[in-house]
Nanobody
């Protein structure tokens, strides 16, 4: 079983920043597409951002200009830097590793944006 280990969630005020981290096995990390998804209460899980092995990124329209995704190949870790956070960003954030028909998921980390 592949383990993706997330960290970095918490409570932050509107306008604040958080950085999420996700560590993956090296065999997965180097060639798979890594991404972040989120699920707010009562809503479906949605894509936040992805990054492929070459470094090309993709973002949901709702986070463009506020979130960045990056990967550290030496540490087998993908990061999600979240700036200018809004209450609507409150959700459980899940790390994802994807290749072909296979997806692996982390357990999720809660991000709460509230004053």
């Amino acid at each position: 079983q592949v383990q993706l280990v997330e960290s970095g969630g918490g409570l932050v005020q509107p306008g604040g920043s958080l950085r999420l981290s996700c560590a993956a096995p090296g065999s997965i990390f180097k060639i798979w597409t890594m991404g972040w998804y989120r699920q707010a209460p009562g809503k479906r899980r949605e894509l936040v951002a992805t990054i492929i092995s070459s470094g090309t990124t993709n973002f949901a329209d709702s986070v463009k200009g506020r979130f960045t995704i990056s990967r550290d190949n030496a540490k087998n870790t993908v990061y999600l830097q979240m700036n200018s956070l809004e209450p609507e960003d409150t959700a459980v954030y899940y790390c994802n590793a994807h290749r072909g028909m296979v997806d692996y998921w982390g357990r999720g980390t809660l991000v709460t944006v509230s004053s």
